[in-house]
């Protein structure tokens, strides 16, 4: 089992920046990829940047050249550079792991952070 834990969401202004931090903990030696996903009002829950395990990086179209994944050293951080941030990033932003349980890959999901860009 994997738990993660979201923090940095907020208010802010367009233009501005943000980082977003995920904290897993349980057995993350199973990990294999994390990921960052968001949902807006109304939309369905969309890929934004995910990172595997050899640290190769996916950005969804929207937000590259802006957002930055990364992970930390022990492997049981994921953080999120919002930079540039536009009114449609508003969203619940969720940290996503898909680790090991046995023979097969699961997803484990955070509650989320709330970002709100609006002037």
């Known amino acids: 089992q994997v738990h993660l834990v979201e923090s940095g969401g907020d208010l802010v202004r367009p233009g501005g920046s943000l980082r977003l931090s995920c904290a897993a903990s349980?057995?993350?030696?199973?990990?294999?990829?994390m990921g960052w996903h968001r949902q807006a009002p109304g939309k369905q829950r969309e890929l934004v940047a995910h990172?595997?395990?050899?640290?190769?990086?996916i950005y969804a179209d929207s937000v590259k050249g802006r957002f930055t994944i990364s992970r930390g050293n022990a492997k049981n951080w994921l953080y999120l550079e919002l930079n540039s941030l536009m009114p449609e990033d508003t969203a619940v932003y969720y940290c996503?792991?898909?680790?090991?349980?046995?023979?097969?890959?699961?997803?484990?999901w955070g509650q989320g952070t709330q970002v709100t860009v609006s002037s």
């Open positions: 349980g057995s993350i030696l199973s990990i294999n990829a």
């Open positions: 996503n792991a898909r680790a090991w349980l046995g023979a097969q890959l699961r997803d484990y």
């Open positions: 990172i595997s395990s050899s640290g190769d990086t």
